[in-house]
């Protein structure tokens, strides 16, 4: 089985102004393609593992095969981690329900969190991700990962997450990072995540 490139539930453009159009083909399109094409093109040195869901290469990174593991990391979780991005991006969508809650109940309020995630986004160096997860204890947590390192690896849950490469945010931004950061809290799909948090048992406000 060859993992596709996910296809994307919106425009290239409905993330205006806030993340435009020409970045989100380049970034989709191409850069997404090219994490999606490398990571099939490994797999295919290794028949057996052709009923794996992508995911479960993260998840289990020590069993993979050694001679494509590098690879895997790479490319495998460049793929996982882009495809996940897509999902939680839509404007005008406010935050509410249970995340909402258990968000106040950790970082004392949405603000706090707000400036705690923005914190990790630009504290980055170089290439990488910021995350909003859930931890071994079902616990909101956040953590930064870098190049395509994923959650999954060391026993986290995703929820919310930030690409900070540059190929996604420089052709509006340029090097104003911050900007980026900072519009991006406009593009969440909040209702996604809530669905997400609720699915993974996350602990609501009783059980914090």
Known sequence: MKF???????????LEPFIDEATMKLHHDKHHQTYTDKFNEALEKHPELKFKDAEEFLINLNDVPEDIRIVVRNHGGGYVNHSFFWEILKKNVEISGKIKIAIDKKFGSFDNFKKEFSTNALGVFGSGWAWLVLNEKKELEIIKTQNQDSPLTIGKIPLLVIDVWEHAYYLKYQNRRAEYVENFFNVINWGHIEKNFQMKGGKNENKI
């Open 4 to 14: 596709e490139l996910p296809k994307l539930e919106y425009e290239y453009d409905s």
